[in-house]
Antibody
Framework: QLQLQESGPGLVKSSETLSVMCTVS??????????WDWIRQPPGRGPEWIGS???????HYNPSLKSRATTSRDTSKNQFSLTLSSVTAADTAVYYC???????????????WGQGTLVTVSS | DIQMTQSPSTLSASVGDRVTITCRAS??????LAWHQQKPGRAPELLIY???SLESGVPSRFSGSESGTEFTLTISSLQPDDFATYYC?????????FGQGTRVEIK
């Protein structure tokens, strides 16, 4: 059974860099069958897509983040991570990692999610 | 960005009711539309993808349909476990975007 587990700092100071890790068990993040994405959800609001890490290591990001987001991976540990620089209070949210399944008939978005980790940006 | 507009924002219904939630895309998304259910304090869960394909393990009372840029999620007979918030999400074009959500509450 696939499992995704986020880990994060809980609290980050304004203007600093936020880092969140996702550990995947039950499948390989190097498999060409999947992309690995980050989504966040501010308190009381809807989800916002942050970015995607493809199986080949290429990435796509939400332009709304103005190039502050970076995703990377450690295939030996089957982990991928998100860093978000120059954070403000607007970056306070639950951060989720999720899988996108690439099938022959099209993609299936977010068929598995982590439980999420709340990151609060303080001044 | 493609805007996803859901209606209604809140829906009050009783167990056994037929419930319909609508999502309109600001441009064509070629059926690349998913529906997710979220309960308080939990991660969202995928219900439907490609507008009308039921995710494995999801009860058959959930169904999806489309007409142009308008998409519909229907719950044929509302069950106690279905009281939650529902989000549509397009995955046709980056950045992928979500609707603002529809909260289904007990009448």
């Amino acid at each position: 059974q696939l499992q995704l587990q986020e880990s994060g700092p809980g609290l980050v100071k304004s203007s600093e860099t936020l880092s969140v890790m996702c550990t995947v068990s039950g499948d390989s993040i190097s498999s060409s069958n999947y992309n690995w994405d980050w989504i966040r959800q501010p308190p009381g609001r809807g989800p916002e897509w942050i970015g995607s890490l493809y199986y080949d290591g290429s990435t796509h990001y939400n332009p709304s983040l103005k190039s502050r987001a970076t995703t990377s991976r450690d295939t030996s540990k089957n982990q991928f991570s998100l860093t978000l620089s120059s954070v403000t209070a607007a970056d306070t949210a639950v951060y989720y990692c999720a899988r996108v399944h690439r099938t022959s008939s099209g993609w299936v978005p977010f068929d598995y999610w982590g439980q999420g980790t709340l990151v609060t940006v303080s001044s | 960005d493609i805007q996803m507009t859901q209606s209604p924002s809140t829906l009050s219904a009783s167990v056994g009711d037929r419930v319909t939630i609508t999502c309109r895309a600001s441009q064509s998304i070629h059926s690349w539309l998913a529906w997710h259910q979220q309960k308080p304090g939990r991660a969202p869960e995928l219900l439907i993808y490609k507008a009308s394909s039921l995710e494995s393990g999801v009860p058959s009372r959930f169904s999806g349909s489309e007409s142009g840029t308008e998409f519909t999620l229907t719950i044929s007979s509302l069950q106690p476990d279905d009281f939650a918030t529902y989000y549509c999400q397009q995955y046709d074009t980056y950045p992928w975007t979500f609707g603002q959500g529809t909260r289904v509450e007990i009448k």
